[in-house]
Every structure is written in C-alpha cells, then in structure tokens.
C-alpha cells in the first residue's frame, strides 16, 4: 500500500533562511507519480511540482528546489531564502490507482 | 471559472441531518476526485469519477455517503443522517484525463466545504 511520511509537522524560520521540508514514501509500484502542493490559510491546495519515478533529476524553479532520491524514498522541498508568504501547509503526495495518497503535511512559519 | 468551484464554503448541520456539497470542476476535466481532509491532517481520498462514471468509491467510509455525477460535470457528495465525526473539510479536485495507475496528472483543487455536525 501506498505511504507518505511527512515527519516534521511544524517548522519555524526568520524570513530570508532555507528551510528543507522532508518526504519519505513507500510504494510497491515501479511506475509513480509525487507531487508537492501548497495550502495557505485559505484552504485551497495549490500544485507545486511533481515528479516521476524514472527521473531523479533534481529540480530548481526560483526560490523553491526538489531533491527526489529513490535509493532512500525521499522527494525533499527546499525553500531558499524564505518568506512571509511562504506561510502554509505544505503536503507532499504519492499516485495510487486513482487518487493521491497525502502526508499528514509540514506547518511552515515564516517570521518577519 | 477558471478553477475548482465548491460551494457551500462552509455548513453547519445538526446530528442527523442530511447534507449536500457541491462540486464545479475546471472545464473540460474528465476527472474529478472527493477527498476529506480532518483537522491537522492530510486528505483522504473519498471516490473518483471518470466522466460521470463512478470508477473507484472506496474511500467512503460509510453507505451514509453518496456521490453523483450524472451529467459528466458538477458532482454532489451527499451526507445521510449526518454524526459528529464526518466534521472536516470536504475537497473536490479535478484533472485534465482519465486517471489511472501512475498517472502524472496534477489535481487542481477547490477551496473546500468546511462542514461542521453539531
């Protein structure tokens, strides 16, 4: 069955630190998909990035930068040089046979 | 629109009442997902629709939930004889084609119901 780990649940950082938000997942598949989504205090899950399981390339797109290592199950989300409106849930994310299987998510604070 | 449309944003129900939660999915999304999200946690995927046919219901915890898609577009996840515990946030999503093992689809999401059993 498919799993997703998340294990910190809250992060704080001052504005302008890296902050590295982790994954782990465990999945029996040889073809998947993992994905990144955001969701502010709004409540709407926006889409960040996905990944899939044939490529470990990683991944640079301004501020934020994706490490996917399959050897160790881990698709970790870096934020360089955070900010307040970084604030969020984050929730990392693996395919199943219809649906997404979500972590439990990581809290970022960003302070001022 | 150009998003996920979910409506009511919030409801407030007293134990056994039924609800109804509606679903505006992008247009032209084929598929369109439920998910319950409970407080402090991650969605849970609740069923799946391909078009309008029900492919995947698995998740509904109980036969007091029902979803709908008659048409191939808006859906409606139906609550029966509402408890306290299916309190959360109720999130639609859709994406562009048929989904299935692997895909690499991104789900666009809604902001959610937030329904609330007293």
């Known amino acids: 069955a498919q799993k997703v780990t998340q294990a910190q649940t809250e992060i704080s950082v001052v504005e302008k630190e890296d902050v590295t938000l982790d994954c782990v997942y465990e999945?029996?598949?040889?073809?998947?998909?993992l994905f990144w989504y955001k969701q502010p205090p709004s409540g709407e899950l926006v889409f960040l990035i996905r990944?899939?399981?044939?490529?470990?390339q990683n991944e640079i797109s301004g501020r934020y930068s994706w490490n996917f290592q399959k050897s160790t199950s881990s698709f970790n989300f870096t934020i360089t040089a955070s900010q307040v409106v970084d604030s969020a849930v984050y929730f990392c994310?693996?395919?199943?046979?219809?649906?997404?299987?979500f972590g439990t998510g990581t809290r970022l604070t960003v302070i001022p | 629109g150009a998003g996920v449309s979910q409506s009511p944003r919030y409801k407030v129900a007293k134990r056994g009442q039924d609800v109804a939660l509606r679903c505006d999915p992008i247009?032209?999304?084929?598929?369109l997902f439920w998910y319950q999200q409970a407080l402090g946690q991650g969605p849970e995927f609740l069923t799946y629709?391909?078009?309008?046919?029900?492919?995947?219901k698995s998740g509904l915890p109980s036969d007091r939930f029902f979803a709908e898609r008659p048409e191939g577009s808006v859906s409606t996840l139906k609550i029966q004889r509402t408890q306290q515990e299916d309190s959360a946030v109720y999130l639609c999503?859709?994406?562009?084609?048929?989904?299935?093992?692997?895909?690499?689809?991104?789900?666009?999401f809604g902001d959610g119901t937030r329904l609330s059993i007293l």
């Open positions: 999503a859709s994406s562009l084609g048929g989904y299935g093992l692997g895909s690499n689809q991104p789900q666009h």
């Open positions: 999945t029996r598949d040889t073809t998947y998909y």
């Open positions: 990944r899939n399981s044939f490529d470990e």
């Open positions: 994310a693996l395919t199943g046979a219809n649906n997404l299987f």
């Open positions: 247009s032209g999304h084929v598929s």
């Open positions: 629709f391909q078009n309008e046919a029900q492919l995947d």
